[in-house]
């Protein structure tokens, strides 16, 4: 069955960095765009970033500039480098995979297959 695994949270000081990565098995990876979305404490699940099997790309307002979103088709893997963090990127962070997209690739319940989390902690 379908399986993605996200490694790398920790915690960071403000303008620090860290790298997530996000291992897939069980699917067709390349053929799949993947994101990443994020949920703090007490809020909705939000869009951090998303890459099109073709390797399009797009970013939330309030990570681009920051954030970079990359794949490696060959090694299975989605991988989102963090920069220049703020306290308020401190949330659980997802890696998801869709198939194909009806309405926006923003959306979460556009998603097929969704990793565990993993936590991100910025401290001020």
């Known amino acids: 069955q379908a399986q993605l695994a996200e490694f790398g949270g920790g915690s960071v000081q403000a303008g620090g960095s860290l790298r997530l990565s996000c291992t897939a098995s069980?699917?067709?990876?390349?053929?799949?765009?993947m994101a990443w979305f994020r949920q703090g404490v007490g809020k909705d699940r939000e869009f951090v970033s998303v890459?099109?099997?073709?390797?399009?790309?797009d970013y939330a307002d309030a990570v681009k500039g920051r954030f970079t979103i990359s794949r490696d088709n060959a090694k299975n893997t989605v991988y989102l480098e963090m920069t220049l963090l703020k306290p308020e990127d401190t949330a659980v962070y997802y890696c998801?995979?869709?198939?194909?997209?009806?309405?926006?690739?923003?959306?979460?319940?556009?998603?097929?297959?969704w990793g565990q989390g993993a936590q991100v902690t910025v401290s001020s």
């Open positions: 998801a995979a869709a198939r194909t997209f009806m309405k926006t690739a923003r959306a979460p319940d556009e998603y097929d297959y």
């Open positions: 069980g699917f067709t990876f390349s053929s799949f765009a």
């Open positions: 890459i099109s099997w073709s390797e399009n790309t």
